[in-house]
């Protein structure tokens, strides 16, 4: 006879008792053995998982604070580069100091364009340096009337790049044709000046065209 079959045949010679002792042994091992090998090592890792939670928290909750952090810090960038982009739309136009000059005087000259107006010199002025921009100016002399001054001062403020008048003075006086005086007249020396994104030149100096 084999060992399976002697196993076998010893096995239904047991009584009943005998028999469910066996098979609550046999149970018993199964038992230990699920819980040795299956149930603590994943109560175990279950343990390990719940004492990692609060450190993982705490790193989605920094990583949390971070993007939100990063976003606020995009849109403030964001908002730099357009109010730098509104603000160079501002300077005059040139890659040079005296090509923003000639671009001043360009804007002027309308400017002054009135039936009670007249320029009668204008010129470049030396740029300045302004941080990191230069200042422009050109100096004219003007004669026109005390509306055409005030025109001339309100469209200046009007315009779309940030012009400043850093120097005025006038002094009136009154045309005359044969003995009828006809109109008073304004004597106008007046310093404009803006600002400019090119690289001071330092050999450049001020000239102009009278």
Known sequence: ??????????????????KALLAASLLAVVAFAAARWVLMPARAEYARTR???????????????????????DEE??????????WEETLLVGETPSAAGVFLQGLLKP????????????????????????EVAVQMEIQTTTEGLGHLLA???????????????????????GQVQRKETVAVSMVVAGLSAAPMDEKATGGGVE
């Open 1 to 18: 006879m084999s060992a399976s079959g002697a196993f076998l045949a010893r096995i239904s010679a047991l009584s009943w008792r005998e």
């Open 51 to 73: 004492a990692a939670l609060p450190a993982r928290r705490a790193v989605i909750a920094r990583y949390e604070a971070f993007r939100q952090g990063q976003d606020r810090i």
């Open 77 to 86: 960038l964001f908002d730099q580069v357009q109010r730098m982009e509104n």
């Open 111 to 134: 400017l002054t364009q009135r039936d009670d107006t007249r320029v009668t010199s204008i010129r470049a002025l030396p740029s300045v340096k302004k941080g990191p921009y230069t």
């Open 155 to 177: 469209d200046l403020s009007r315009q779309p790049k940030i012009l400043r008048v850093r120097k005025l003075s006038a002094s009136t006086g009154a045309y005359y044709v």
